[in-house]
């Protein structure tokens, strides 16, 4: 699986921004999928996560009720709709494809994007 991550820039705060997560070469239907970051001088940490029927959502308690994860398995897809942005979410945002154990930790997490980076300015 080969993903591919797009959406990022540079915003204000509470501005809006979505990022999209593209798979291309194999199917990601059977997938749980979510989303990371990675600030500058920290760990990558989990952001959201959305179960393959996507019936199941999962959020950081700092992105909780401002960002939401969705997906389209038809598109083989995922994205991110991150609301009320904060300076502290300021990182290089990464998609992230099957995982196996605890969905928190990213190196459970199988398949990764290249990132792409959202900036928020106060």
């Known amino acids: 699986v080969q993903l591919q991550a797009s959406g990022g820039g540079l915003v204000h705060a509470g501005d809006s921004l979505r990022l999209s997560c593209g798979a291309s070469?194999?199917?990601?239907?059977?997938?749980?999928m979510g989303w990371f970051r990675q600030a500058p001088g920290k760990e990558r940490e989990f952001v959201a996560s959305?179960?393959?029927?996507?019936?199941?959502?999962d959020y950081a308690d700092s992105v909780k009720g401002r960002f939401t994860i969705s997906r389209d398995n038809a598109k083989n897809a995922q994205w991110l709709q991150m609301d009320s942005l904060k300076p502290e979410d300021t990182a290089v945002y990464y998609c992230?494809?099957?995982?196996?154990?605890?969905?928190?930790?990213?190196?459970?997490?199988?398949?990764w994007g290249q990132g792409t980076l959202v900036t928020v300015s106060s």
């Open positions: 070469r194999r199917t990601v239907r059977n997938y749980s």
């Open positions: 992230a494809a099957q995982v196996a154990g605890i969905h928190y930790y990213a190196r459970n997490w199988g398949y």
């Open positions: 959305i179960s393959w029927g996507a019936g199941t959502t």
